[in-house]
């Protein structure tokens, strides 16, 4: 019984040894030095007590690669499901009931467009350059890290990061920040059906005119202001 006793300790402690280096491994570093290829100076980064990286270097292309590097230390994850979003690839990671997701998504043509405008950019512009950068910067944190805990659990391997898939996730940002392409189509077919008081009850200061319409006196209105749920003139 001693043996056994002393075997399960054993093999609890290995276990519990194993789980704390796996954790670890996964902990982003906020202490030390870091070797990152093609900087052509140094650079510095500080986190503040709230975790936020404050970067300092001698010239933007390094900021930038720095910048990439620290993001994906600390938002790996999240980058991998926007870019995966944004390019209708969540089902393959996450399931069939997010096969209508990616429909819609590639259905709005992201990924054609992101190409095109890849293939379209300036490659000796100044706004290429810090791009490239950037991305050099995350995947030479991926190339050298652990993936996150995420990963292992999903199954999702790691891919290097593209133009294509930074000028996605700003496809995808574009059409989420666009609430008309929600609320317009909806908002149309309550007017249409059943007749503009009707919008009076979600306090829209409907214009059936526009918001141009002229005042008496010949005055323009000013454009209405949106706060959510209503809508202010701004400042003459």
């Known amino acids: 019984m001693k043996r056994l006793l002393t075997v399960l300790v054993l093999l609890v402690v290995l276990l519990a040894a194993g789980a ?3 954790v670890y491994s996964k902990q982003p570093t906020r202490q030390g030095q870091v070797e990152l290829r093609n900087l052509q100076g140094s650079v510095t980064v500080r986190y503040d007590e709230r975790g936020v990286p404050h970067i300092r270097a001698e010239n933007e292309t390094d900021l930038y690669r720095a910048l990439g590097y ?3 230390q600390d938002r790996l994850f999240q980058m991998e499901a926007m870019r995966r979003l944004a390019r209708g690839e969540l089902a393959e990671v996450l399931g069939p009931k997010l096969l209508d997701t990616d429909k819609l998504f590639r259905s709005l043509r992201i990924r ?3 190409a095109s405008y890849v293939a379209s950019l300036d490659k000796q512009s100044p706004a290429w350059k810090a791009l490239k950068a ?3 910067g995350i995947n030479q944190y991926q190339d050298s890290h652990a993936a996150p805990i995420e990963f292992d659990v999903l199954g999702i391997p790691k891919r290097p990061f593209t133009a294509e898939d930074s000028i996605s996730v700003a496809g995808y940002m574009a059409y989420s920040f666009a609430a008309a392409f929600r609320t317009e189509p909806l908002l149309t ?3 249409d059906q059943l007749g503009t008081d ?5 306090d829209l200061d409907w ?5 141009l319409a002229s005042q008496q006196g010949g005055a323009a209105r000013p454009l209405p202001v949106s706060t959510g749920r209503t809508s202010t003139p701004s400042p003459a």
């Open 207 to 211: 214009q059936p005119k526009g918001v």
């Open 20 to 22: 704390g280096w796996y």
């Open 70 to 72: 620290v993001h994906a």
């Open 189 to 191: 077919y309550v007017r």
């Open 134 to 136: 950037y991305l050099d």
């Open 198 to 202: 009707y919008l009076n009850v979600f």
């Open 112 to 114: 054609e467009r992101a």
